[in-house]
């Protein structure tokens, strides 16, 4: 995270957004929201480490969609995103609950997506 | 109506109510924890319900899953709000297979009930962890 504004913002601040750049396909986002050893996790990995609680997915399942898992540091998370927006444009999202709660944030919304 | 619950009264509230509700299966304890016009925004087959229809889920989860067990891996609170990053497991009856879900709620207290909750959730899977 950089620039002195951001400093300043809760984390339910800075998880809306992110997710207005991400809306945005703003490729700065990544850089701007993410420290360098981001780990990112998109639906389940296929080998869950059993501490961490995040479910599994199948082998089969990653293969059709190669995005799944977990995607470590910045460059794979814009990868990750690149890919996304090849393939998604987000049309709309809607009522967005950001509760944030000392160093956690969770937000629950929803996009509409229109493949490209 | 705000709630007066702090965030360490609701994180402790929603806790007990999934002990209850899924782990005890008490599932008529929905009636005591929820507020009488409770919206569940996201109740069976992703339709709205209200708590006699999550009552009636419950009921039906219990027999279709009777090992059913629910372990609450992290709860985040502010304001009037709950989230929680859930799992749950259980033994599918039919093939002996050891399955689990996972899943995220959000909650909303009204005074000292829940009047509303939207939750998403993984599709079942195989659990390949140790339980």
């Known amino acids: 995270m950089s620039g002195p504004k951001q400093a300043r913002c809760s984390g ?35 080998f869950p480490d059993p501490a961490s609680g995040v479910p599994s997915i199948s082998p089969d399942l990653q293969q059709v969609f ?14 990750f995103l690149a890919r996304l927006h090849q393939n998604l444009e987000v049309m709309a999202y809607g009522p967005r609950t950001v509760v944030s709660d000392g160093e956690k944030a969770a937000v629950f919304g929803w996009f509409r997506l229109r493949a490209l | 109506m705000p709630t007066h619950l702090t965030p360490a009264e609701m994180k402790d509230f929603v806790r007990r109510h999934f002990e209850d509700f899924v782990n005890n299966r008490r599932a008529d304890v929905i009636f005591q924890n929820m507020s009488p016009d409770f919206l569940d925004h996201d109740g069976p087959g992703g339709q709205p319900t209200d708590a006699k229809g999550d009552e009636a889920m419950m009921l039906g989860m219990y027999k279709a899953m009777p090992d059913l067990h629910l372990t609450i891996r992290e709860m985040i609170a502010e304001n009037d709000r709950v989230i929680c990053r859930n799992i749950w497991r259980w033994t599918d009856p039919s093939s002996g297979k050891k399955m689990q879900m996972h899943g995220f709620v959000l909650w909303r207290f009204e005074g000292a009930k829940i009047a509303e909750r939207w939750a998403t959730v993984t599709p079942p899977a195989e659990d390949h962890l140790t339980w």
């Open chain 1, 66 to 79: 190669p995005w799944f898992g977990v995607h470590r540091g910045r460059a794979a998370v814009k990868a």
């Open chain 1, 12 to 46: 339910g601040d800075l998880i809306s957004q992110y997710l207005e750049a991400v809306s945005r396909k703003d490729e700065t986002a990544v850089d701007r929201f993410f420290d360098p050893d981001i780990e990112y996790t998109v639906n389940g990995v296929v």
